[in-house]
């Protein structure tokens, strides 16, 4: 395969501000796709706020969508495409529908399992049940929870959680790392108990730097459930990709919002990160394609984002 | 993947420091100009949003292992608990409704066996919001499903204690908003003004002492801006309301709540 996309964008770029926002360097404006059979192509697919969402949502204005086993269909149809597949969730499993009420979580993470999620990090309404409860639903879960900011050495969960998780995938060395969002305020303190939420800026820099710097990660993705963006000054996907660097992909949650396409947010550095969330209840699957190929170091273009 | 830089070696010393520090300066040359330490290059990124509706084809091996869960929570939420011989709505009459006094009564009935054992004392007064009745109950066989429509919430029941200021200001909320918001355990009359005419707690007068009110911690936390609850001292039930109804129907045979003159108006 030989495709060569012109940026979208290169014509109307004149007219706007958009432009710097959407390409970080100059010569990245220039760019187009070099896509061959050589480049090699990760396929992230992700979910947030499903909240305990199994079936399909039965009547009002999104009547019909969602529904676990067609949400199992089609990622199984895009795995045989792409094996080279992450399929992500970000947070807020638990809590909506009386599948929660009835059964604690636990056909929410089995059908996860089933599903071959590769990671999830922690919502708030993850504690609903307790920490207890949450722990209690773990053995059900054959991938990982992947969590940077809650440091849960005083309670039940230390030791079950990961701070951050890289995989390998044809060759392309993908580090992961969670951010949760503030429990005080949001979450009884009884359910939450001893969990300590560490700054996640702080937090998100450190870990991006390790797995990209020490650990030589091609790729740095976020799993966020920290929201999207605020107009107080909470600390949200938005701002946190703007006040970090070595992130290449940000996927959120928290906030339900309904994002048509990712946002391309510039770094600390000036590069692009991509920040994207996909609403709630399992009515989308979000799927970031992403191209890699292997060139010399000094002669690294930008980067192409058909979004 | 590796740095993409390699130096001949060389055995002589001086060229070997001198690689050493060009290597160095060419390190951070690198790691300061282009921040990685790959020769992988993210080249394209394609982005698809996809609905997930009934045009997709559904995993039947999921669909199954659902099933039975799903077949499950039916017959529970279908199971029928007691009967209510009419309808009940929260708009039903104006200030107090046989839909909020009983919500009142079973928080009073289910939950106080749990406040005597934690604070060895009864409940004077529940309140609870308007605004947190979702659902009306119809008249005909009552099951489990309408006591999650009724409070598809999470909330549970907590005791706060209020001394006599406090309950002043509880009371001034109520008589403020003059909404049916439920409460049991007072009496309160209003004048054709609006202004308070009566009010009495089980009867007796407010007194300085200390009222175990009951209510929902969502509004203890200070919905529906019920701020007379800030910094008062409060006890947990670990009773969902949910949970109270569900248990509540479950004894009883026959539903039998009214409006009454708890609350109101002078005309």
């Known amino acids: 395969m030989k495709r060569s996309t012109f940026l979208k964008s290169s014509t109307a770029a004149v007219a706007g501000m958009g432009l710097f926002a959407n390409f970080s360097t100059a010569t990245s404006l220039y760019k187009v796709s070099s896509i061959t059979e050589k480049s090699k192509k990760i396929t992230i697919l992700h979910t947030n706020d499903t909240h305990s969402h199994i079936e399909p949502i039965v009547g009002g204005r999104n009547d019909g969508r969602g529904g676990v086993a067609r949400r199992a269909a089609l990622v199984n149809q895009i795995r045989k495409e792409n094996p080279n597949t992450l399929l992500l969730d970000c947070g807020d499993i638990f809590q909506g529908t009386p599948y929660f009420n009835f059964y604690g979580g636990e056909l929410e993470i089995k059908l996860m399992s089933m599903m071959g999620y590769d990671a999830a990090t922690i919502g708030n309404h993850d504690f609903d049940n307790g920490i207890d409860g949450l722990y209690k639903q773990l053995p059900h879960a054959n991938f990982d929870f992947v969590i940077s900011n809650y440091d849960f050495k005083n309670t039940i969960l230390d030791g079950h959680t990961l701070e951050n998780k890289i995989v390998t995938l044809d060759g392309i060395k993908i580090g992961m790392f969670g951010l949760g969002i503030e429990l005080d305020g949001l979450v009884n303190k009884t359910n939450y108990k001893e969990t300590k939420y560490l700054d996640p800026i702080d937090i998100a820099t450190d870990q991006a730097r390790i797995l990209k710097e020490e650990k030589g990660c091609d790729l740095v993705i976020c799993m966020s459930h920290l929201g999207y963006s605020y107009k107080s000054d909470t600390v949200s996907d938005v701002s946190l990709a703007a006040a970090t660097s070595n992130i290449d992909v940000i996927i959120g949650g928290h906030t339900h919002t309904f994002l048509e396409k990712p946002e391309l947010i510039l770094n600390k550095e000036g590069k692009n990160v991509v920040v994207n969330q996909v609403g709630c209840y399992g009515m989308y699957l979000g799927r970031i394609d992403l191209y890699l190929n292997e060139t010399d170091i000094n002669n690294q273009a930008g980067t192409v984002y058909n979004l | ?267």
């Open chain 2, 1 to 267: 993947m590796a740095f993409c830089y390699n130096f001949p070696l060389k055995t002589d010393r001086k060229l070997g420091v001198y690689l050493a520090f060009a290597k160095a300066l060419f390190l951070i040359t690198l790691l300061t100009s282009c921040n990685s330490n790959t020769n992988v290059h993210l080249d394209t990124v394609d982005y698809k949003r996809i609905e997930i509706n009934d045009s997709l084809a559904q995993e039947d091996s999921i669909a199954q292992f659902i099933a039975p869960y799903g077949a499950k929570i039916n017959q529970e939420m279908n199971r029928v608990l007691c009967y209510n011989p009419k309808s009940m709505h929260k708009n039903d009459t104006p200030l107090n409704t046989a839909l909020g006094n009983m919500l009142c009564e079973i928080i009073v009935e289910q939950v106080n066996p749990v406040v005597k054992s934690r604070l060895d004392t009864n409940i004077d007064v529940v309140l609870l919001n308007h605004g947190g009745i979702r659902a009306p109950l119809p008249a005909g066989e009552v099951t489990t499903k309408r006591a999650y429509e009724i409070m598809p919430f999470e909330n549970e029941v907590v005791v706060a204690q209020l001394n006599k200021a406090q309950m002043e200001q509880l009371i001034k909320y109520i008589v403020d908003r003059e909404r049916a918001h439920p409460f049991s355990g007072m009496k309160i009359s209003l004048n054709a003004d609006s202004s308070l005419n009566n009010v009495s707690i089980n009867d007796q007068p407010l007194t300085e002492k200390i009222y175990y009110v009951a209510t929902s911690d969502y509004l203890y936390n200070g919905g529906d801006s019920m701020n007379f609850f800030n910094n008062t001292t409060v006890t947990k039930t670990d009773y969902k309301i949910r949970n109270a109804m569900i248990d509540y129907f479950k004894k009883v045979d026959t539903l039998k709540f009214e409006s009454d003159n708890r609350f109101t108006k002078a005309n």
